[in-house]
């Protein structure tokens, strides 16, 4: 993530100042609701949204994020490997529209 942000930032014309760095999105949204700074993170991470932290769109400037899952070829999956896979699937063709 961080260096999304130091190449969306120079892309803006501008360098962040980086004081502080987050192991999950959790701690970024807490460090933001306390007025450490402010945070770029994936729509994905903001769905559970501290209610002290706005969040803003980018929108048609927000970088692109891949999401991708991967599989052997030779193996047989579970039943709920192929009900995740299938999850996986519906999800990204109905979000699809939220995401361009």
């Known amino acids: 993530?961080?260096?999304?942000?130091?190449?969306?930032?120079?892309?803006?014309?501008f360098e962040p100042e980086i004081a502080f760095l987050a192991n999950d999105y959790q701690?970024?949204?807490?460090?933001?609701?306390?007025?450490?700074?402010?945070?770029?993170?994936?729509?994905?991470?903001?769905?559970?949204?501290?209610?002290?932290v706005k969040v803003l769109s980018l929108g048609s400037a927000a970088p692109l994020r891949r999401i991708l899952l991967a599989q052997r070829e030779d193996k047989v999956y579970a039943p709920a490997e192929v009900a995740f896979h299938s999850t996986l699937l519906e999800i990204a063709r109905e979000r699809a529209g939220d995401y361009h």
């Not at 993530?1 to 014309?13: I, N, P």
């Open 27 to 52: 701690e970024a949204q807490a460090m933001v609701s306390v007025g450490m700074g402010v945070a770029m993170v994936p729509k994905t991470a903001v769905a559970l949204q501290h209610p002290d």
């Open 1 to 13: 993530v961080v260096e999304v942000l130091q190449r969306s930032a120079h892309d803006a014309g």
